[in-house]
């Protein structure tokens, strides 16, 4: 077993969404990878207030929000709220967007399927 105390000086700096990928805001990331290997990767993630898209592909992703709220909507339009203790399941092929309301900390853990 192994325990992490995560400070914030852990974190790597924030960077910008690709711009193709921005649909409102200026949101940024910061991931914090705890574990990798060629099967999986797990860790945490960051994101501040912006809209923007995403695409699985490749991989199932598992997310648990740790801080912050804000919405997953799919392409369909399904629209997932996200708070403190939402957990959600990604699957390959998911194509969607965050809106993301109040700065998002999530937990994950990513499944790659194309190993």
Not at 84 to 96: A, I, M, Q, R
Request: overall charge negative.
């Amino acid at each position: 077993m192994t325990t992490m105390l995560i400070r914030s000086a852990d974190w790597p700096a924030a960077q910008p969404i690709e711009q193709s990928r921005v649909i409102a805001g200026a949101p940024e990331t910061s991931t914090l990878v705890l574990h990798h290997n060629t099967r999986a990767e797990i860790g945490l993630w960051k994101a501040s207030p912006g809209e923007f898209t995403t695409v699985r592909q490749g991989c199932t992703e598992l997310i648990t929000i740790d801080a912050g709220r804000g919405r997953l909507v799919h392409d369909n339009g399904q629209a997932i709220e996200l708070q403190p203790n939402t957990v959600v399941v990604l699957e390959d092929g998911w194509t969607g967007r965050w809106i993301v309301e109040e700065s998002i900390v999530k937990s994950y853990a990513i499944i790659f399927t194309d190993s």
